[in-house]
């Protein structure tokens, strides 16, 4: 089957905007490290982003050592901190090493190459994680270029025909204006029922025809299928988790198999380079076979992961992007626990409203609001929960845990609602007052990073034992825009 000869009109043009060339709309680091390395974090303004560095290193070579447990590649996720530390940290840690990542902005991709991960070998493979838009194409092939050029290879999404129509015209183009035209490298996004994004494998015709204008196209080479089930999110134990993963692996396989079969009925399509069928040598068929979430990643046993490593018709890849830091989110999984957490935000309480809350509970309101900590929910009622104040003793760090929730917020502040005591002493033990610095961890740590133009690093493996609190051993700075 072949690509209708009729002519359509683009909605855009292919011209590379300056995207490659802008300046970094992020803040120096020197200049911050200068300013604020050995700084107590009481001394910071609020709100604050504070890393632990020590949990972000133990969380990524977790994750790494568990994928190389599957069998599976990792391609760990940039999103959630968009720093250049912090996908060293993912890329090579005590767990092992990957030079898979995904992205989800053009600015994230080439901050991966300014930063030198693509130049030292660190980054060899980069998916850009939406499905490709016609107005992108022209700055990705200059991403391509410069990714070649240091022997990286740069990935593709497409879900629909109409994908595959524009990279086939800017290749049109290119050949038209003299230049060369390489095929794009792409992965089918798979839609496993989430409706997140991605083409469904159901109904069979409609995908083998999807199928059959890729493996048709001389724009494109299948690299594999890939997956991603948001829900795992909310899951509440392993067998939850790996009940949505064993979803995540069937309907991947399923994409799989049906493009063989289709191969397998016409036979034309078979020779064509599109297929990607030898690309790698990999699994039954070469194709990659993408499937993960953080909760995933935490999650498959023993026997799963046997289970899974004997139908797979390709190679096995595992992404996953948030478990670096984890949240509130993550933590009601239970496959992680409190001291897994990485990532905590610092406000100063401004103001407080004795039993102003139900029942007559306390109320306090804090410098952090919607866009320090975002407006993700999860399964545990608010916005994020208060796990200690800022150079407070172990013993009333214990006090205020678990006693008060940030409940309410609203742009730039937040309200903290007290939670029931089991007696009148443990509330009285427990109280808030003004001036306090607390820290909380947020349902999301992906939307709340966002917020922040750097982040405050400290490392719980270097504390002393008799410090009350933490100091700032280094600064990272997040690539910020699209």
């Known amino acids: ?102 992205v989800s902005t053009l600015m994230e991709a080439w901050e991966v190459m300014r930063s030198g991960l693509v130049a030292e070998g660190v980054v060899k493979d980069l998916l850009y994680g939406l499905p490709v838009a016609g107005n992108k194409i022209a700055d990705l092939a200059v991403l391509r270029k410069e990714m070649e050029a240091h022997g990286g290879t740069l990935r593709l999404f497409v879900d629909h025909s109409e994908q595959i129509r524009f990279l086939e015209a800017f290749n049109k183009a290119e050949v038209a204006a003299g230049r060369e035209a390489k095929r794009w490298s792409v992965f089918v996004k798979i839609n496993g029922g989430q409706n997140r994004a991605g083409i469904p494998p159901d109904p069979i015709p409609a995908f083998r025809e999807f199928l059959s204008v890729l493996f048709a196209s001389p724009a494109v080479s299948l690299f594999g299928f890939y997956s991603h089930a948001g829900n795992s999110y909310f899951a509440t134990n392993l067998p939850d988790c790996e009940a949505i993963l064993g979803g995540e692996v069937d309907v991947v396989q399923r994409a799989a198999r049906i493009a063989l079969d289709l191969l397998k009925d016409q036979p034309s399509l078979a020779s064509s380079a599109a297929t990607g069928i030898n ?141 029931p005591a089991a007696n009148d002493a443990e509330r009285e033990k427990g109280k808030l007052k003004i001036g306090d610095v607390v820290e909380v961890v947020g349902q999301h740590a992906c939307l709340i990073c966002a917020g922040y133009p750097w982040y405050y690093i400290v490392d719980s493996s270097e504390r002393a034992p008799e410090d009350l609190e933490e100091k700032v051993v280094d600064v990272w700075v997040p690539w910020k825009g699209w």
């Open 1 to 102: 089957m072949s690509l209708p000869t009729q002519t359509f009109t683009l909605p855009f043009s292919f011209e590379a905007t300056s995207l490659a060339n802008a300046q970094s709309l992020t803040p120096a680091k020197d200049a911050l490290v200068s300013t604020f390395k050995g700084k107590p974090l009481s001394s910071l303004r609020t709100p604050a982003l504070v890393i632990d560095r020590a949990r972000f290193a133990t969380n990524c070579a977790r994750v790494t050592k568990n994928a190389e447990e599957w069998g599976a590649v990792l391609r760990a996720h940039l999103k959630t901190h968009k720093t250049a530390e912090g996908s060293r940290y993912q890329l090579v840690n005590d767990g092992g090493r990957s030079d898979r990542v995904i």
């Open 279 to 419: 690309a790698n040598g990999a699994g039954g068929t070469g194709w990659v076979l993408s499937v993960g979430s953080t909760p995933a990643a935490h999650s498959a046993s023993a026997d799963f992961k046997a289970r899974v490593a004997q139908v797979l018709l390709g190679s096995l890849e595992l992404h996953a992007g948030n478990y670096p830091l984890l949240d509130v989110q993550q933590l009601y999984t239970t496959l992680v626990g409190e001291q897994n957490i990485a990532q905590r935000v610092l406000g100063t309480v401004v103001s407080y409203y004795p039993a102003r809350g139900p029942d007559g509970l306390d109320e306090a309101m804090c410098d952090i609001g919607a866009l320090g900590v975002s407006k993700d929910t999860g399964k545990t009622p608010g916005f994020g929960e208060v796990v200690g104040v800022v150079g407070a003793s172990p013993e009333r760090r214990a006090e205020v845990k678990g006693q008060w929730r940030l409940g309410r917020i609203s742009q730039e502040h937040g309200v903290l609602t007290e939670l």
